[in-house]
């Protein structure tokens, strides 16, 4: 740690005037948002600050946390729901904390670490780490030391850093140094990137456990208030499944929302390898309540991700009930016999079980006479369930590339498997893998590679022989799985077949 540093920290109780004129000499980024998104007086910042926590208990949350999502947009509009994410974190220690954001303006297809010496609030300047900055930046090619999505300047300056480091410097017990980092990227692959490389940094420091890592991100924009709470509860379930996968995935296919999705995903990755196990949605809200406008909402949510003595469970129970299948397995009957009888997609019904509205992944096999017919899915929660059916049933009958088309002669000796998958969680040990409950998806750069629970179970293979399989059914070598740049997830899957 630099003199400076050194010296920051020990002066970080003192007013804030004297740690203004400590960085006066260095490259400090100035407030480009006070006035505007927070009151630009310290006086007024503090007391905005302090009501808004008065409005809120301290949530009870179940272990130490090692990472948090706060919303960044204007504080009259998301300061009921930040100050959740800020109660619970009012009075802990932390020494260092990572604030991980989107760039709103600035173009980049990096990771930017802001290269100055301080970031400056109303209620003072908070010095950079710039040690374990430069550490950072040497981890990967794409994280770097730079301005860019830093940009100070009132017309254009980005917010979402600075909008977290006034709550920040109310809540925190004792002084704490910055690291402050903007994706211009914010792919799964670089959110994976950032995410390793803080955590293999930060577990070879004896005080690990005294970093914070914040991401900074708001949900769906400009939809109406029921459109954005349906569509902003899809990603937070996958996030209190811990299925930052699929998150990243439909974050980057706009299939769901979040401006800050990729900070979001790179905390979790972190907080993961850091021995979190637990994450908690502790409030959900939209600018809708309180500017009474709910025509055009942006949705907030306060998480936090802990380690706890129980952690988030690995596979959601799905508790289909023997109707709702029956239903399901309809609906992918219809589909493939609807496909090749008319050559046009069936329009099935809505159900009236919220369970099949819910977004799933999905496997669909068709066998006849006992031997595999077709076999098709999708591995991401992207539809409601009963739509997934219909699409998966139609492609496994017209589209599954080992055998032809359906024909219309066969469709009475056709047998439907359906298998609806639970999230997605990373696999850090194959002794978390189960044969005969967990399924596997292994991803390697653009290889990506998936084999049902069944599959394993009725080979016979051991754990080791279905992740190398696996890895085969991606296209990459069988001893893939050992690689750093491989992700191996489990799954369980719900299986079930006509009588």
Not at 264 to 273: G, T
Not at 412 to 423: A, N, R
Request: aromatic residues 8%.
């Amino acid at each position: 740690m630099s003199l400076f540093v050194a010296q920051c920290i020990a002066l970080l109780s003192a007013a804030p005037v004297l740690r203004a004129r400590l960085l006066g000499t260095k490259k400090v980024r100035q407030p480009a948002v006070a006035g505007s998104f927070y009151p630009a007086s310290a006086k007024a910042l503090a007391q905005k600050i302090d009501s808004l926590l008065e409005k809120v208990e301290q949530p009870p949350v179940s272990g130490a946390i090692v990472a948090a999502v706060a919303p960044h947009a204007g504080y009259t509009y998301s300061g009921p729901v930040a100050a959740c994410t800020y109660a619970a974190l009012r009075g802990k220690r932390y020494t260092r904390v990572v604030v991980i954001a989107p760039s709103h303006y600035a173009a980049f297809n990096y990771t930017s670490i802001y290269d100055g010496d301080g970031y400056a609030t109303p209620l003072g300047a908070i010095p950079v780490d710039t040690a374990f900055a430069q550490r950072l930046a040497k981890m990967n090619p794409g994280i770097r030391l730079s301005e860019e999505g830093h940009a100070s300047a009132r017309e254009g300056g980005e917010h979402a850093i600075e909008v977290q480091l006034p709550w920040l410097q109310r809540v925190l017990d004792g002084g704490f140094t910055l690291v402050p980092v903007v994706m211009g990227d914010q792919s799964y692959e670089s959110s994976r990137a950032l995410g390793l490389a803080l955590a293999r940094l930060i577990q070879h420091e004896n005080n690990h456990n005294r970093t914070l890592v914040l991401a900074s991100s708001d949900l769906s924009h400009y939809h109406t208030s029921t459109e954005a709470e349906s569509l902003d509860h899809k990603a937070l379930h996958a996030l209190e499944g811990w299925d930052y996968f699929t998150m990243a995935r439909n974050f980057g296919a706009q299939v769901w929302e979040a401006c800050g999705g990729g900070p979001v995903v790179a905390a979790m990755v972190y907080a993961e390898r850091m021995g979190a196990n637990r994450a908690e949605v502790l409030r959900y809200g939209h600018s809708g309540e309180t500017s009474g406008d709910r025509t055009r909402v942006v949705g907030y949510s306060a998480d936090v991700f802990v380690k706890a003595a129980h952690p988030t469970a690995a596979a959601e129970p799905f508790a289909l009930s023997d109707a709702e299948k029956q239903e399901l397995l309809a609906i992918a009957r219809n589909s493939v016999e609807w496909i090749v009888t008319h050559r046009q997609p069936y329009d099935p019904p809505v159900p009236a079980s919220a369970t099949l509205n819910r977004e799933y992944g999905a496997f669909v096999t068709l066998t006849k006479h006992g031997i595999l017919r077709g076999c098709i899915g999708y591995t991401a929660a992207v539809k409601p369930l009963y739509m997934t059916l219909r699409d998966i049933a139609t492609l496994a009958a017209l589209r599954d590339p080992r055998f032809s088309p359906v024909a219309a002669e066969e469709l009475e000796s056709l047998s439907y498997e359906i298998s609806v998958l639970s999230p997605l969680r990373h696999v850090s040990s194959l002794e978390e893998i189960e044969i005969g409950r967990d399924g596997l998806l292994v991803k390697c750069g653009l290889h990506e590679g998936l084999l049902l629970p069944q599959v394993a179970a009725d080979q016979h293979w051991d754990r080791t022989r279905f992740v190398e399989e696996t890895c085969h059914k991606a296209g990459l070598r069988s001893d893939a799985w050992k690689s750093p740049e491989t992700d191996v997830f489990r799954f369980t899957a719900e299986v079930f077949s006509e009588k």
